[in-house]
């Protein structure tokens, strides 16, 4: 371990530490009056329980998963340490969603009691809760990366196994005569498995969370607003605590999960295209093996630090304004980022990295900002596409549904031409054009400067919902109509600094899954390689390899399989992913086909749980007596048992399709058609995903600003167009566009750590 | 010139002989009362209107484009009968367009007089119309095509000129010492084109028409069914006229234009792919490279004339019922599909075609009947995914929106997977796996098999529009609610046999773009030849090479560039179509979003144009005294005019988007980006125009669901919200979805076309 490395563990346990201290700080608040105690506390029950559900079902697909994997190890097609690794991912991944949760649902009621003595105070709760979140993300990710590493460079790997050998169970884990640079490769592919475990479980978060929240959310508007005609949140709807429930399962949870994905991923698919350096680039740049590997978890550390030191930046009077909380806010994570760059040119300077890499990384962080703006100016009523569907709302629900799926197809434009650019310029930056590996490498190492912030820029993503259910609280406990207006103002201004965060996710989400599917192809590479060396001609069916260039001991009792010597020559030929191989071609197609499935699929999901849904919020209302003079109370427990059954069902049908495609496609069409398959994911479904999550935004704010008192105003046709615009937009952009960035990772992820039997398949 | 191909010239003759015949003998039937001769006046000055000004509008852009190719042609980028062939393109299916339109506005009111005998007259006369349509766009396309080969290979390359070269305007334009491949492949890829003229007349018909036929719809229904609340083609409606000349101007010339051009690009293109096969190939299966050439015209020849024979095929008796009807119209397109296959049969017994070639054509025929099959699963009011549309509107216009989207969204699995398991199918039917070329060859073929029969299938898709038109008059013109109630049967009757034809289009678009993107690459391959030939390591610039085999002489007063060894050499390093090269991922992601883009142009545009006819049938409502009431006249002559100044000026842009994005990208990006452009644009278009197409087709088979009377029938709120539904699913299902076929041909045509230009600057 070099002297550097320990910032990385020191960095994750500080990450944790610190979220334990604002946690604590947080608790102090007072949770106000009964009422709101009591509210929360329905919340936080609801939000719970579903929780638990969730993981009991998630845990059965993982305990499944597991058994494939171990068996996969077993016939080493797979190595042993991979089952462990997607186990850890998997639970780490859902240890932060539920810590997350758990302070979004304690602090809800003390945003509300805080709003209700200043604007400022509000936002102290509720930011420093949306830290604990973006901390405990980022601590655990990367300790669970640091003591992967650590443990598999250490204790696996040590000198004395790298020259001996070193067995368990029977297998040989580590070959005699293992050079540093194999030992490298191995156990960054390995910890990709980890990276399996998070995208799986955030794919279930996504997805669950998102059909629970919507389904709450349109069987509350539905049957609450537009028939009985009561306000918002009003505790009078049955369905309003699901409502408020669904905000934390979905965009607390469910992001938190998503981005402690997308966080880990980049990390580790950097980590193994700097395994996979070749000598030569190396030698050229006078970078060791271990300095490319490690890199992007310093930074990774580096940037944690940074956030905490941003966190603290944000800093206002009491007295503060709307404005002065805006421009504090855009300190702490403008500070972090001009911090983290520094720190980097730093690295570039000792060497650590190349002025390549950087640049590559300023290239991301720049792509990262203009999608951003390019999400607010398409999606903010301040400008003219969402003031345009408003307009059109005069003439009713459909010309709206029209404007606004024009507007959310033509905003795609700006965000894929910059991913292109910045995919490109990081390309051309860190690989100067010729540098290939090292080119992959500076696409990788964009994202993972784009998310090294995410401690501070999480937080200032999650602390929007926490204030919009403190406004739900208020509400609910009857608070003065200022809370409710000072919640709104801390949750606008939520929205508006996560629009750079918003922007950083779907660029990073973009770069990385690159990176994974380059990631994918050294793996097919290495496979092949481990399966061609093995018997000079012929593959030993069964027999795990675990180096590419040690010939392993033939297993008795194992069929020896002849491959012709043309498909181990040529491995160009083999796995040549031109056009012109119609399996590379299929793979296309099924891609783009995946991204509209799936969104079909959870579309769909929403439908029929937002159905079940207005059933019962109809019933209740129907044979409740006197709920809507205030003398009877609703049942809020049957509307969340509702919700949280929905989801569940409904999730696990689209999550299991994402995993079991690549597998499938995997067998009938080889390697070449696995990357036709993400391929077609990445680009499809990252414009699709554009598309939905815009065009969805777009409504909601072109809905409230005829809330505003525009074209009629409230009660309007114009607003009741504007509402079926919201409503429609709702599973676009809070269920299946965000779930689609999941979806590519998802399937990449389950590529490469298929790619050993995808391999053996092809030979065979 | 072979024996057989004069079966070429003779059957494309032969189509428009017959076609002037039933046109004849439709126009001998009576246009029934003056009031329907009035109406039919209307629309057909109506239309015609509308077609000259959008001529005059393409007249313009074909004359820019003319220059700017004769330029290229000048600088030697490309050949002196490109411009030329590009006109003819353009102006024949400019003219089928006219044709078929004209045909059309004739028979509206001589089906409804047929329909107010019997049903089976109504038939006789709206589909021989439709066979009109239908002939005249495959006599126009084969007779073009067969002019120009009989031109080219008869004039042009005679023996004489081959031997000894021949000089025009001081260009050589046959090289001394030509061999007869060398003239194949110069004349097929002179002629796609011709398939790159065809594709911009068909863009700007599709969207020009797609555009106007649902501002006038849109715009008749908001104001007229919605707010004035008087039925569907009521004569008091101002919109009403202008809504009927849409339908002929839409589905009529647009969909004849855009049918002429994969008719004739799905053979152009094969031609090419057919000069294109190595040697080796031929002598393996002991085709000559001239039957290559020729057979994707030879069976398009036996197509027309079997076409003329099914169309015979449907005869009825006077008392036919709907069921006789159908079966009759089956008999006709089913029994022209097998004689096709059996003649085909005779081709591959006397060796003029592979049995594997036959093979690609059944799994193309195959896959185009499931394709159609799907669609109408998913689109029928038949089956569960349309009746569960209907059954969401109980629930108001959002939940219908959403369900349709996820309906549209999830029914693009099976055209997809069908396309996927077709492509591989062909290309290993016809090439066994390892003969590329054959392969690919195999792949255009079915493309060509597909659409062998589209003179009678275009006739069973062009009479649903002619019959919808006889009801529009027969309701203006107060004929008996039965003359309606069959008109509305043909219309349905339409629907049905249309589904097939649907599949076949869509199909044979796929396939023929996967076709032209092979062209393309073989382009690519030509004209790097050419240049690398040219000065052995120096690339004459300016200098019009003809020939990839013969080194030219070096014109004088032109400047020699340099091109470096390596990339000379090394032609796949230059062109390596990989994923691993960024700017073919880049590529990629640009086609995807292409599709995006240009279907929120189209629905952006429908949106405006149809925000002009609401305000214009609004004031006419205002100030014209009396209409409703019946005492006034309405203007439809302005409400015409609106719709055709709407299309002309917002078809433009959309239009020189496809044509100038694949000419940027290929100046800056190159081969490689243009490669990831057009699959990009292939499989995520694909999937977006069958999503678009089927859940616009479900929305509006769910409103008239409704309509017969479930959920409440007319006037409940479902049928409102079905009525927001179809709406919404107009522009989905007759501007953007329908273009996006049309717009992923014409970027590849446009590629093809600036190979030259595109390979020339990335060597610079």
């Not at 005699?176 to 194999?182: I, K, P, S």
């Not at 481990?530 to 010939?551: H, M, R, S």
């Amino acid at each position: 371990m070099n002297s550097i490395f320990i910032l990385v563990p020191i960095a994750s346990i500080l990450a944790l530490v610190f979220a334990w201290i604002f946690f604590k700080s947080m608790m102090k608040n007072s949770e106000g009056t009964d009422r709101m105690k009591e509210i929360a506390q329905y919340v936080r029950d609801g939000a719970m329980a579903y929780l638990k559900r969730q993981y009991k079902v998630v845990g059965i697909v993982f305990v499944v998963l597991f058994i494939l994997l171990s068996i996969m190890a077993f016939f080493k097609v797979q190595n042993p340490f991979v089952p462990i690794a997607f186990i850890t991912g998997g639970f780490f991944s859902g240890l932060c969603g539920f810590l997350g949760m758990k302070t979004a649902t304690f602090a809800s009621a003390r945003t509300a009691h805080g709003a209700s003595q200043s604007l400022n105070k509000g936002l102290q709760v509720a930011f420093r809760s949306g830290a604990v979140m973006g901390l405990v993300v980022v601590g655990f990710a990367l300790l669970d990366i640091a003591a992967w590493y650590l443990f598999l460079s250490e204790i696996v790997f040590t000198p004395e196994h790298m020259t001996s050998g070193l067995h368990f169970l029977g297998l040989e884990f580590v070959h005699a005569g293992t050079t540093e640079h194999q030992k490298l490769v191995e156990i960054t592919t390995t910890m990709l498995t980890f990276g399996m475990g998070a995208s799986t479980q955030a794919l279930f978060a996504r997805v669950g969370g998102g059909i629970y929240t919507k389904a709450a959310d349109v069987g509350a508007d539905l049957v609450g607003k537009v028939e009985a005609g009561i306000p918002e949140d009003d505790p009078r709807n049955p369905a309003t605590i699901a409502d408020n429930v669904g905000d934390n399962v979905g965009d607390v949870a469910g992001m938190g999960a998503d981005l402690y994905e997308s966080y880990a991923g980049s990390i580790l698919a950097t980590a193994a295209l700097g395994a996979a350096l070749p000598a030569i680039a190396l030698e050229k740049t006078g970078i060791t093996a271990i300095q490319a590997v490690t890199a992007p978890m310093i930074v990774a550390a580096m940037g944690i630090i940074l956030s905490i030191v941003g966190i603290y930046m944000v800093r206002t009077k009491e007295s503060a304004t709307q404005k002065n909380l805006l421009n504090a806010l855009l300190l702490g994570t403008g500070g972090s980022s001009v911090l983290i760059l520094l720190a980097m040119v730093g690295l570039a300077y000792t060497g650590w990295i190349t002025w390549g890499v950087f640049g590559a990384v300023v290239i991301g962080l720049a792509a990262g900002v203009i999608i951003g703006q390019a999400t607010e100016y398409y999606t903010s009523d301040e400008y003219g596409p969402t003031k345009g569907i408003a307009k059109q709302a005069q003439q009713g629900p459909a010309t709206t549904i029209i404007d606004g799926i024009a507007v959310g197809m033509g905003s795609t434009w700006i965000p894929v031409v910059t991913i292109v650019l910045g995919i490109m310029g990081a390309f051309w930056a860190a690989g100067g054009g010729s540098e290939f590996a090292m080119g992959v490498y500076g696409i990788g190492f964009a994202a993972v400067g784009m998310l090294s912030t995410l401690g501070i820029t999480l937080a200032t993503d999650a602390f929007g919902p926490i204030a919009d259910n403190a406004g739900g609280n208020a509400e609910m406990s009857e608070l003065p109509k200022e809370v409710r207006e000072r919640t709104d103002a801390l949750d606008m201004l939520g929205n508006t600094t996560a629009a750079t965060g918003k922007g950083f996710a779907i660029g990073s989400a973009a770069l990385t899954a690159m990176a994974l599917i380059s990631a994918y192809m050294e793996e097919v590479r290495l496979w092949f390689g481990k399966i061609a060396k093995a018997g000079e001609g012929f593959i030993t069916k069964g027999e795990y390899i675990f180096y590419n260039d040690v010939a392993p001991a033939v297993h008795d009792g194992m069929k020896a399989v002849k491959i012709s010597a043309a498909s181990v020559k040529d491995f160009s030929a083999a796995y040549d992913i031109t056009l012109f191989n119609p399996l590379f071609l299929g793979g296309l197609f099924l891609g783009s086909m995946m991204a509209f499935l799936f969104s079909a699929m959870t579309m769909k999901a929403v439908g029929r749980a937002a159905g079940a849904m207005v059933e019962e919020v109809r019933r209740q209302f129907r044979e409740i007596k006197g709920i809507l003079d205030g003398t009877g109370t609703p049942e809020y427990a049957k509307c969340v048992e509702i919700s949280t059954k929905g989801a569940q069902r409904e999730m696990l049908v689209p999550s299991l399709v994402a995993i079991i495609v690549p597998v499938i496609v995997g067998a009938a069409m080889g390697v070449a058609g696995v990357i036709g398959l993400l391929a077609g994911g990445l680009t499809a479904g990252f414009t699709l995903a554009v598309f939905m999550n815009n065009a969805g935004g777009a409504w909601d704010n072109a809905k409230k600003f005829i809330e505003k008192g525009n074209y009629g105003g409230k009660g309007s046709e114009a607003h009741k167009a504007g509402v079926v615009g919201d409503t429609v937009g709702d599973p676009f952009k809070d269920t299946s566009g965000p779930s689609l960035n999941i979806l590519i990772k998802l399937m990449t992820m389950v590529s490469v750590v298929m790619a050993g039997l995808t391999v053996t398949l092809s030979l065979l």
